[in-house]
């Protein structure tokens, strides 16, 4: 950490709630990770940001914000739903050598790809209730990070990065492993939040593989939509009317699978032969 990005010093986390009466919001999924230990931890577990735009989804009262303002990301876009928010950050703006920058958004509505400039990342503590439908929707257009480091609720986390054949394994974790290396950096017990959460956090690294896709992404995730929807059938009737044996036969995968028997690489030869994507 260099000493030029060193943050003045700041209040604690626990002042600047109480001050702005900062008290998290249920129905937004909201719990504030105030040990700035774990934050720039996050920040480090996800690699180097020298010259890289970082992406904050919900700073909150600005824990992560503040480890992404030391490190050496060039530029750092912080998007809030919660307008409560803006004032308390307004020290970090006023430290951050012009480099931070807060938007009033709603997350599920703004493209971060539209509004930065790249190489991009994204660094986020995810509110629970819309961290994987976030996720998702990012994976579209996943190229177009370097790489994304996210906390989710840690059953997430799991499924994010389960193997084949593991209870955890199903369509997230064939969608993200599509798309991306996955990697589990590390758990945060639920006592580190405020409020505590009923289960621990995880953060997940996710590194967009930069190769050409042997299909698209939205055809992919078309045919893993059917394949998990009724994921105890097995794939013949899902998929009654689309595919034949021979369809199977040609994408190597035995009709009487189930979806949760099949590996990114078997999904990726049935949608080849998807008649949709003749």
């Given at each position: 950490?260099?000493?030029?990005?060193?943050?003045?010093?700041?209040?604690?986390?626990?002042?600047?709630?109480?001050?702005?009466?900062?008290?998290?919001?249920?129905?937004?999924?909201?719990?504030?990770?105030?040990?700035?230990?774990?934050?720039?931890?996050?920040?480090?577990?996800?690699?180097?940001?020298?010259?890289?735009?970082a992406i904050e989804i919900g700073p909150g009262?600005?824990?992560?914000?503040?480890?992404?303002?030391?490190?050496?990301?060039r530029h750092i876009i912080a998007i809030?739903?919660?307008?409560?928010?803006?004032?308390?950050?307004?020290?970090?703006?006023?430290?951050?050598?012009?480099?931070?920058?807060?938007?009033?958004?709603?997350?599920?509505?703004?493209?971060?790809?539209?509004?930065?400039?790249?190489?991009?990342?994204?660094?986020?503590?995810?509110?629970?209730?819309?961290?994987?439908?976030?996720?998702?929707?990012?994976?579209?257009?996943?190229?177009?990070?370097?790489?994304?480091?996210?906390?989710?609720?840690?059953?997430?986390?799991?499924?994010?990065?389960?193997?084949?054949?593991?209870?955890?394994?199903?369509?997230?974790?064939?969608?993200?492993?599509?798309?991306?290396?996955?990697?589990?950096?590390?758990?945060?017990?639920?006592?580190?939040?405020?409020?505590?959460?009923?289960?621990?956090?995880?953060?997940?690294?996710?590194?967009?593989?930069?190769?050409?896709?042997?299909?698209?992404?939205?055809?992919?995730?078309?045919?893993?939509?059917?394949?998990?929807?009724?994921?105890?059938?097995?794939?013949?009737?899902?998929?009654?009317?689309?595919?034949?044996?021979?369809?199977?036969?040609?994408?190597?995968?035995?009709?009487?699978?189930?979806?949760?028997?099949?590996?990114?690489?078997?999904?990726?030869?049935?949608?080849?032969?998807?008649?949709?994507?003749?």
């Amino acid at each position: 950490m260099s000493q030029r990005n060193k943050v003045k010093e700041q209040p604690p986390l626990r002042e600047v709630i109480a001050k702005h009466d900062l008290k998290a919001k249920k129905s937004l999924g909201q719990h504030f990770l105030l040990d700035l230990n774990l934050t720039r931890r996050l920040v480090r577990e996800a690699g180097d940001l020298t010259g890289i735009t970082a992406i904050e989804i919900g700073p909150g009262p600005g824990g992560l914000t503040r480890a992404l303002v030391e490190s050496p990301a060039r530029h750092i876009i912080a998007i809030e739903r919660d307008d409560r928010f803006i004032e308390a950050l307004q020290p970090l703006v006023d430290d951050g050598d012009g480099r931070l920058r807060i938007i009033s958004a709603d997350a599920l509505e703004i493209d971060p790809v539209e509004i930065t400039p790249a190489p991009r990342a994204i660094l986020a503590n995810l509110p629970y209730n819309i961290g994987t439908l976030l996720l998702v929707n990012w994976l579209h257009r996943a190229q177009e990070y370097e790489f994304m480091a996210l906390m989710f609720q840690k059953e997430v986390a799991e499924r994010i990065t389960a193997n084949i054949g593991s209870k955890a394994y199903g369509r997230l974790s064939v969608l993200c492993q599509f798309c991306c290396d996955a990697e589990y950096a590390f758990t945060i017990p639920a006592r580190a939040f405020t409020p505590p959460p009923k289960i621990d956090s995880a953060v997940v690294v996710l590194r967009p593989k930069k190769t050409k896709y042997p299909v698209s992404i939205e055809a992919f995730e078309a045919v893993t939509k059917d394949a998990f929807g009724q994921r105890r059938k097995m794939l013949r009737s899902i998929f009654k009317g689309q595919l034949t044996d021979e369809h199977f036969a040609k994408a190597k995968i035995k009709p009487e699978a189930r979806a949760e028997e099949l590996s990114v690489d078997d999904f990726v030869r049935l949608t080849k032969v998807h008649p949709a994507n003749a």
